[in-house]
């Protein structure tokens, strides 16, 4: 039973443009969530995240929205840079006793062609 | 800056063997988490520990167990190895008090 789910594997961008990743969530129970970006050989690395009480977080080029009714959140970065090539994983913690435990989605393959 | 360091980058192992995936810690988290990544998959939780000698199991514990001795260092047992552990094992940490998580450079193990 997957609980969060990026849909799409992969993504490709043109450099100086808008990558929007997606990310969709089943339990209702989550009130946190998070993106990290992954390069190959690395462990992920975190990037930003965003409370359940907020729809919008920003910070420097990322940003992340949360729309709670459809259970969706989305991570855009404008503007797009090489160097954003990377894996980017969405996550969601329940809170409360969970202990941080993390779910995570499958990732998603961002390409930024220069 | 949180460090978590793994013991191990790259690891090959024969079926069977019995295999330890160390990790420390240096900001004190109460938190440590062994995730397991497999393409198309994503993260998986095996084992996480809130407390020194607590443990509760994960999304896929089968195979696998863990043991915190210390607050800084949380070890990953692979009882005997199968081809389908090979892997890249992830660990990280986290205050008691945060969700985000700082993971160590990942093991690469591979099982023959």
């Known amino acids: 039973d997957q609980q969060v789910k990026q849909n799409s594997p992969s993504l490709s961008v043109q450099e100086g443009r808008i990558s929007i990743l997606n990310c969709d969530y089943t339990n209702s129970m989550f009130d946190y969530f998070l993106w990290y970006k992954k390069y190959p050989a690395e462990g992920p690395t975190f990037l930003i995240s965003?409370?359940?009480?907020?729809d919008k977080n920003e910070d420097g080029r990322f940003t992340v929205f949360l729309n709670k009714s459809a259970k969706h959140l989305s991570l855009h970065i404008v503007p797009s840079q090489p160097g954003d090539s990377a894996v980017y994983f969405c996550?969601?913690?329940?809170?409360?006793?969970?202990?941080?435990?993390?779910?995570f989605g499958q990732g998603t393959i961002l390409t930024v062609h220069p | 800056d949180v460090k978590v360091t793994q013991s191990s980058r790259y690891l090959v192992k024969r079926t069977g063997e019995k295999v330890f995936l160390e990790c420390v810690q240096d900001?004190?988290?109460?938190?440590m988490f062994w995730y397991r990544q497999d393409p198309g998959l994503g993260l998986r939780l095996i084992y996480f520990s809130y407390d020194v000698k607590m443990k509760e199991k994960g999304d896929i514990p089968e195979g696998y167990s863990v043991s915190r001795e210390k607050k800084e260092r949380f070890s990953l047992i692979l009882e005997s190895a199968s081809t389908n552990q090979t892997s890249m094992y992830l660990c990280?940490?986290?205050?008691?008090?945060?969700?985000?998580?700082?993971f160590g450079q990942g093991t690469r193990l591979t099982v023959v």
């Open positions: 900001m004190d988290h109460e938190n």
């Open positions: 990280a940490s986290s205050p008691a008090d945060r969700a985000a998580a700082f």
């Open positions: 996550a969601a913690n329940a809170g409360g006793t969970s202990y941080g435990k993390l779910t």
């Open positions: 965003i409370s359940s009480i907020k």
